[in-house]
């Protein structure tokens, strides 16, 4: 009997500070590149795409008083298997609240895209990553795999540090970083794109002319969908052992969740605990 196809969304988020353009093309190319791949293990997956562009959306910058209560328990220790539901961001009326939170929660692979500015990512893409503090609380986050994507105004401009710096935030927001190289590089302006003395320089989509960030953006939107359609088979495939033993969520507080133990054995503990250059070889042994 032929198993049901499984539901894979992957969203695309591009938080350059103008509508539709270089970095916005590139995000958008990585997620064509999903719908290809969607139509090739059609039999096996319904994989969506969806693609915001931050330019002209409201995003409130956090303020840091919500008084932990984005966190289970307000982020003190609790007891029982059932983690407590956290309260939440209080800023509830802007574009993230309403629309873009939502969406995360419901996706399964992510494609992020920031021009580089300064070598490093936009304002834009900082407001937006300081208020996922209520995704990664709320499990929106963990384990999901994610590319990134930057275009500079000329080559060596600060790209790969700018990929650097968002790498970070996904490792940090518990995602799965599955960037090929480092992500995506684009570069939108010479030798291949307008000159910024040009006078349509700022209606030219230049990083369209850069081969080599077409084809990064390519591989890195297909290896975001890859990797979540074999994660949402295997978690199928596991059932209920992926409900009781896999982590949900690195960061503590944390209840009595079967996964959520943080110790050995005890007597394996105080052997590590008491461990004596002579009884290394002996442990090692076991491991053998």
Request: with cysteine; net charge positive.
């Amino acid at each position: 009997m032929a198993k049901e196809k499984i539901k894979v969304k992957i969203l695309g988020v591009s938080a350059g500070h103008r509508k539709h353009m270089n970095t916005f093309y590139l995000v958008l190319l990585a997620l064509k590149a999903v719908d290809k791949f969607a139509e090739r293990v059609a039999e096996i997956a319904d994989i969506e795409t969806e693609i915001v562009d931050l330019a002209d959306k409201e995003i409130k910058p956090c303020l840091n008083y919500c008084e932990w209560r984005h966190m289970p328990n307000k982020g003190l220790p609790y007891t029982g298997k059932k983690r407590p539901a956290p309260k939440g961001c209080p800023i509830t009326n802007d574009y993230m609240a309403k629309v873009l939170i939502p969406k995360m929660f419901e996706a399964d692979g992510f494609v992020f895209g920031s021009p580089t500015f300064t070598w490093s990512y936009t304002s834009k893409f900082r407001l937006f990553t300081e208020r996922w503090s209520p995704l990664l609380w709320g499990g929106g986050t963990t384990g999901k795999p994610a590319a990134a994507i930057t275009v500079g105004e000329m080559p060596f401009g600060g790209e790969e540090t700018c990929l650097h710096h968002m790498n970070q935030i996904l490792h940090a927001s518990e995602m799965l970083p599955v960037s090929w190289y480092a992500g995506v590089t684009g570069v939108s302006g010479p030798p291949r794109g307008p000159h910024p003395s040009d006078k349509d320089y700022s209606a030219r989509i230049g990083v369209s002319k850069d081969r080599f960030a077409r084809w990064l953006a390519v591989y890195n939107g297909r290896r975001v969908a890859e990797y979540a359609v074999m994660i949402k088979i295997a978690k199928r495939e596991l059932g209920g052992v992926w409900e009781r033993e896999f982590i949900k969520l690195f960061h503590p507080p944390r209840g009595d969740e079967p996964w959520a133990w943080d110790r050995l054995d005890k007597e394996v503990q105080e052997d590590l605990e008491n461990l004596a250059p002579q009884k290394a070889q002996t442990l090692v042994k076991e491991l053998s």
